[in-house]
């Protein structure tokens, strides 16, 4: 296979498809990656933040031809598509601002006696490899949070384009591409690669010095194990099953917590990092129960691909094979059967066993096509508590519009189960309010082993601001102390170097003695921050 | 082996020896540190100031001891040891002091739409493995910058003795817990172990959740390796050849370049990570010639171990054979021949490499052990610029006090050799004066090949303070992002979360609405510095 052929996952026709990127091609784009980063690193933040702000116009201006082309290729829907494209943009700009405001920089400068100086700050790495996920083709596709924040840190950025959305990957590339030329950005800036061994040719490449990669753990681990090689760091977001910790408080409104949580879970049909894959609830107060009856009235919908829909069908019957050892019958929600979707997929056993290996290797023909599409019921499975252990299933995650409900009888033992799971992204906790006695020793707990606690908020809701954490200690990402959403996205992409004596003409403009770009430094170790 | 044995490099006697920490007693150890670092967690900063204010209280207060088992045990002299361990002290203080100046935390909390809050800390990430180095037995042993940095950051800390100085670990390592419990910190916060064995158990305990290591590429890589697998991060400060360039004009005062070289690459027997190992200068101004007069003034000084011993005469001979192919015969200096050091040790051809498989072998026997110690003697080898690619030995690190001259024709051809080196710690650079037309451009090149380029001083002053940046692009450390020098160190051992709408409650002193700590936080988007 030459090209990324592109599919419509509502009816699983083929739409086109997109050439593979040569070998020489890639060298070349690495090339000009190489000769760019001496420019774009002598540039100015401000300058920077001009050229995020074309790529954010160019994307505000053309939002219904991308949003077209991503519904096609994704089936998320206009208006999801559309708030999407909108927060890509604003993130856009966001990435620039906090590249002006300087702080990233952590520019300082002191004696350190006699006549001698110690002047440090932050330089950017270099080339920067970006391998986008399938799940959010604007959030995390061949622009936004991590080409974003990297090209604002000083980085240019190759992209590899998503195999869910070829199409989409080449216009964006290319409105981009043009939006950085006008913008005065050099060539080299930004390239757009395509295809799988295109991919390896960049974590092999010497010309490349970091790599932001948002997918699966398996995707993930491959591309650190393999990058490590040459000491080449990998920022990988995989992600991993989301907990949500109700209190015995919360729990007297049962209804208000099945909803959020259901809509949640189905969120862009599961296929979030974010997605809650688990709830703690109290017994007795009807939450599984309340979960079924609003997954009644959650339409189907299709998965990005056939692979996924796949993988969800056979995930679905290990977790319900899994649960179902010491389950109830019930277990398995009765949810409203669809195109596409039979009893048969979540029946536990070895022939579910059967359809995991196939669905390793589902291949993209036309049996893994159908003209109905990748149309997917939700699905939520009540656990116990005790097999919620140490390599259980039930403990990784599963793409898709599933979850877990484990009705506790003492929160005590949910608390404990809590440091069992596999360390994730966020976790949510529901409580009764300020005085609700359990919430804190939740919280606390939970802050060992997630990146973000959302209080009475579901995981799903991500901000792109100042103050916001999207990681996780491993395996939820390679690095727990990176983030790939928020001001310290730019962190991943820079590295701080030394200058002792340096003469005026040897520091950059974030050092010289008159502060040209007003930002907060660190001068005989004291932090001073520009008046307004 | 069930015991360190101690030895004395001067003589190569054995004074006693410390037995290994058993599987039960390092289980035990990594137990109490989990407990603990829910406790030291919860301190502030300005609590484990005053542990490590005690600790350095401790270390002054024993300095004639010090002092006289770390000459006994590394040869290194009462002078040098003396301002180490003074040194260390005050690095200790420091640490203490940037933990209650509160920057690490990384503190803000901001509106994120609605009633939504967001707030963001850097929380300790748990147990730090602490691998000191055989060279700074204060600066980087069982206490020293790694473990001053990570108690600073709120981790507790295990720390493996390095079998170059068992004796003073144990010493230490007693002074630091006694201090630590004087001064309040729990139980658990600080252990010794003893062995490799008791090393690798660290690596792979669930506990230990950081490791710092100060050594040599292979050992750094094979920790970095192993920890991989469960996702630990290695801040592995592994060193590389140090190079030094020498402008045309800078050349008008060769005597002086010559006498600061020889006297910082010889500086602790040449056992430094920033050694200057390559020196290039103009051709035509005698420079090599000067350091070979030099050397003829230094006296030969024991290397720490008969390993390290074996080791330099090895690589002296690999380097002269490496430089030998191409160079002329004057290339290896005809320094002073010492005790246990032959013109044999410095031929070139099989027999070197021969001696260079013995050396990774070397058994601590009586016959590596020679009753006239482990004393070698300096070396300078002249190097011609077209020996200086990938690949060659010329371009690894040789440890102890042997460095390369390549004396250059052209400046630009010089510079283009900067790039083919391996990247490293640190660069010196040394100019005629802010009007040196051509240093600009090498600092601009060195820049993006290490972590410090000091001008017109050697590499090997490290300074302990706010701008300090004591690291460098793989393979000179794991982590080009990380120092383990300087303000930054404490960066190694945090990790961001963030909480929203989060209950005062459920926030840490950091973040309450009266800042408490009177640290920089980042409030609505806006850095604040409270005012003195």
């Not at 090339?31 to 160019?58: K, M």
């Not at 979960?291 to 679905?316: C, D, F, M, S």
């Not at 949810?335 to 596409?340: G, M, Q």
């Not at 395996?475 to 001001?487: F, I, L, N, Y």
Request: aromatic residues 6%.
């Amino acid at each position: 296979m030459n090209a990324d052929p592109s599919y419509d996952p509502r009816t699983g026709e083929q739409r086109g498809s997109v050439p593979h990127t040569s070998p020489e091609r890639v060298a070349g784009i690495l090339r000009l990656a190489s000769a760019a980063a001496v420019i774009v690193a002598d540039t100015s933040p401000t300058t920077r933040l001009g050229w995020l702000t074309a790529i954010a116009d160019a994307l505000a201006a053309h939002e219904p031809e991308l949003v077209r082309i991503a519904g096609e290729e994704t089936g998320l829907g206009a208006d999801r598509l559309r708030g999407e494209l909108a927060k890509c943009a604003a993130s856009t700009r966001f990435y620039g601002a906090v590249a002006a405001e300087g702080s990233y920089l952590q520019a300082g400068t002191e004696g350190i006696g006699g006549e001698s100086t110690l002047s440090r700050w932050n330089i950017p790495v270099g080339p920067v490899a970006v391998f986008g996920a399938s799940n959010f083709p604007f959030g995390f596709g061949v622009i936004g949070h991590d080409a974003a924040s990297a090209l604002a840190a000083g980085c240019p950025v190759i992209v590899k384009a998503h195999p869910a959305h070829p199409r989409l990957s080449v216009r964006l590339a290319g409105l981009v591409t043009d939006a950085l030329a006008e913008a005065g950005a050099p060539e080299g800036s930004y390239a757009l690669v395509v295809g799988f061994d295109a991919g390896l040719q960049l974590i092999d490449a010497p010309e490349v010095t970091a790599v932001a990669f948002t997918g699966s753990q398996g995707g993930g681990m491959a591309l650190v194990d393999r990058a490590a090689a040459r000491g080449v760091p990998v920022f990988a977001e995989m992600g991993t099953v989301n907990p949500v910790f109700v209190t015995t408080d919360a729990a007297a409104t049962p209804q208000e917590i099945a909803a959020g949580f259901a809509q949640s879970f189905t969120l862009g049909a599961g296929q979030f990092c974010t997605k809650p894959g688990l709830l703690f609830a109290p017994a007795g107060a009807g939450i599984f129960d309340a979960v079924l009856a609003e997954l009644a009235q959650v339409e189907a919908a299709p998965l990005l691909t056939a692979g996924i829909a796949a993988g969800y069908r056979a995930g679905v019957a290990q977790l319900a094979a899994a649960a179902g050892a010491s389950a109830p019958a019930e277990a398995v929600a009765d949810a409203p059967v669809v195109a596409a979707e039979t009893a048969a997929d979540v029946v536990a056993g070895p022939a579910a066993d059967g359809a995991a290996g196939a669905a390793a290797d589902v291949a993209p023909d036309a049996a893994a096509h159908p003209r109905d599409g990748y149309a997917v019921a939700p699905r939520a499975i009540r656990v116990r508590l005790d097999d919620l252990h140490p390599g259980s299933r039930l403990l990784e995650e599963c793409f898709g519009p599933v979850a877990l409900v484990c009705e506790y009888e003492e929160a005590g033992d949910a608390l404990d189960a809590l440091v069992r799971l596999q360390p994730s992204l966020v976790a949510s906790v529901f409580t009764g309010g300020p005085g609700d006695p359990e919430s804190a020793e939740v919280v606390r707990r939970l802050l060992g082993r997630v990146g973000r606690v959302a209080l009475n908020a579901w995981p799903t809701g991500v901000a792109t601001s100042w103050s916001m954490q999207h990681g996780g200690p491993w395996p939820a990402t390679s690095r727990s102390d990176a983030t790939s959403v928020g001001a310290g996205a730019l962190g991943r992409f820079v590295r701080p170097v030394a200058v002792q004596n340096a003469e005026p003409a040897h520091l950059p403009a974030a050092l010289q003695p008159d502060n040209p770009w007003r930002i907060p430094r660190r001068i005989n170790g004291k932090l001073t921050v520009p008046s307004e």
